[in-house]
């Protein structure tokens, strides 16, 4: 090929070059064959330094994690309660209060013991004095006799055993002859007991029945006599009025058929015949329809001979009941006389010839009773000797044991009023930190020892969230965290991680860790149970180029942006990627900060990575 021939196919190459370049940048840019156009009308953005952060999102729950149920640690009924739910409260603050008058009591009451405690100390490290010698000797004194009168009455017990034995074993001919008597006494009251049960059986009470059954029916024959009247006296009004209805119902009849003044006047006369029976007669028939019904009204005839009907049939079951009650009183008195003759037999029988169960009973009662003469004796040696030792040791004065056990008896008493004022000072239901009441369940006089009040603590909230297994391992605690409440979306509430699970929960076929996030304290209006999601930061690096992940494009393995050049040229540079988050991206090597990229502004390349693809546009 000649010279001219590699010239002129060089320069058509060059062409083609320029040309291609040319329609691809018009491609990239969306324009037309107008250049200016395109770049005047064509997106920029400057390449800059800053930091980029990777993010990991959890969602989950607001929680207080330090609540504490409080109750009253003293009994007692419950006399005031000074909060209510969603009250703040400080530490210390009052929540409520016992009825505390029995505790107060309680501390008065052990000052006392606590100083009778010190006088009894005082009395034992002072000298004995000559009135403890002459109390403890009329202290020996009475024991003294104390066991005489013991001993006394433990012989006459045993002698009185051992006489009731002997009497049981050759009873005297007068107690035979009495046992003889109050059996022959206890036959004839038996006797006479049937008799006067027979003659009531034999009808001593049904003559006074039939009587009152008599003037029952007697009085139920005067009422019926007085209803067949009465019932007469109906008929004879009723007549007497359907009499002057049928006058007035004739004369009005001739007035219609011929009406003139004789008739007229007829018909008037007849109307006031009418009203006139009627009213006389109407009175006397509901007086008397009364006086034949169930309950007859008072001051009438037959209301009167109606009471005297029931009087008579109260009389009667009052004579029923009376019998009944003397034939019933007849039979007990009849149960009673055998009962008191089986009584004198077996007493009889019992002296005369005792039973073996009644001698060896009467046996123990004498050996009981010598075993306690013997232990009346060995008490009263004991408490004689325990009286002359009290003498002895109150004329030698105090041991050190005893001092030391009145020196124990008086640091046992100032525990107990030291308890006793701890008691009292717990009859205030005080706030252990400052916090917020969630829950109310005491009230006014009920009785103390279930929870009161439940108390969360407002400085410390935390949400507990869960993130998948393929976060975790980036996960670290001391990470920042952002939080953002579905109540709340704009209110962003920073914290750090705490807590990281070592185990893993499933929920729907996904594994997820359990994390804890400390909220840092402020003003937000937050309350347990809130959802909310959380941003952890994972990673930054500062100071970075970074640029919008939409300036950049794929196109086959490699990544690149449009620079913009002098003249509004648009340079392809092939970019190296590195951390790259929802946004930006981080410009490793390629371009310089300060420089412009272009933005597409018609579908181009992926700029992925990670599985995601952004379009442009």
Known sequence: MARWQKIIVLIVILAAFIVGARFAVLQFLGGDDDEGQVVAETEFVTVTRGTIMTTVNASGNIVYPEQVELAFPVMGDILEVFVAVGDAVEKDDQLASLDDLELRDAVLREESNLRTAEINLEKLLAPSASEDVRKAELALESAQSQAEANLRNARTTLEDAEKALADLLNPEESGVKAADKKVADARSALLQAEERLAALRAGGGAAKIKAAKNARQAAQNRVDVEKVRVRKDIEEYTSELEEAQKRLDDAAERVRKDDNESHRAELEDAERNFNEVKDRVDPEISIRQAELSDNPPPGTIVGELTDKVLEAEFNLESVRVSADSD????????QSARDALAIAIDEQNALVQPSTEKVEEARDKVQTAQTELEEAQRKADNDIERARLDLDTV??????????????????????????????????????????????????????????????????????????????????VGQPVVVTTYASPDEKIAGTVETISPTAVEQQGVVLYPITIRLEPGNQDLRGGLSANAVIEVSSL???????????????????????????????????????????????????EGEEVAIPSRVGGSIGGGGIDIRTR
Do not use: C, W
Request: proline residues 1%; hydrophobic residues 45%; negative net charge.
């Open 327 to 334: 034939l019933q009183a007849a039979e007990r008195e009849v």
């Open 395 to 476: 004329r030698a004065g105090a041991n050190s044991q005893e001092v030391e056990l009145q020196q124990l008896q008086v640091e046992r008493a100032q525990l107990n009023l030291e308890k006793a004022k701890r008691d009292l000072t717990q009859a205030v239901l005080r706030a252990p930190f400052a916090g917020v009441v969630a829950a109310v369940e005491g009230y006014v006089g009920q009785k103390a020892g279930n929870k009161v009040v439940t108390l969360v603590r407002a400085d410390r909230i935390e949400m507990q969230a869960r993130v998948d297994e393929a976060d975790v391992s980036s996960i670290q």
């Open 542 to 592: 500062a100071n970075v180029l970074l640029l919008p992940n939409r300036a950049i494009r794929r196109e086959g393995d490699e990544r690149v942006v449009y620079v913009r050049q002098a003249g509004d040229e648009l340079e392809r540079r092939v970019v190296e990627v590195g951390v790259r988050d929802s946004e930006v991206s981080e410009i490793l090597s390629g371009i310089s």
